[in-house]
């Protein structure tokens, strides 16, 4: 099961100001057709298959075949509440500047999509949030650095979120 947006998702999401909460707007983010519900669970935790069912009754999101909150959890491996890992952020970081229509942003994006090593993701990640405040509304960047803050790893936290 591999969720993707709906054309309703995609209007929400560009408007900023739809009836979604900061969750569900990560899951929409990250529904992007190609990543499974196993990997969906990992970068959420454990509650997005109740999520993503949720979504899918809302018409946000399409995926073949519904399936049960409790069948969706029966995949779910078991992961603490708040995982922090960077790969989860640098997908998260790479899927917000994909969303700006902006060179800069593309620039940043294919910056960040080429690490390989940490030190050169946790500069890619300063480099985006330096950025971001150009390309964004303020309630978006902010939004941005705080969804950071909840999935980096703690070691990371003062090395990419100095300029606070």
Known sequence: MQPRKTDLAHAALQAHRAPLDLRQRRALILCDGQRSLAELVALLGGDAPALIAQLQRDGYLHAPPVASPATMAAVAPETPARRRSLAA?????????????DPVAARLHRLLQATREEADTLHAFR?????????????YVQRVRERLREVLPESHLAAVLTGE
């Open 89 to 101: 952020a640098r997908l998260y970081l790479l899927d917000m500047l994909a969303l700006q229509r």
């Open 127 to 139: 480099l985006a949030l330096a950025q971001l405040p150009a390309l964004a509304s303020d309630g």
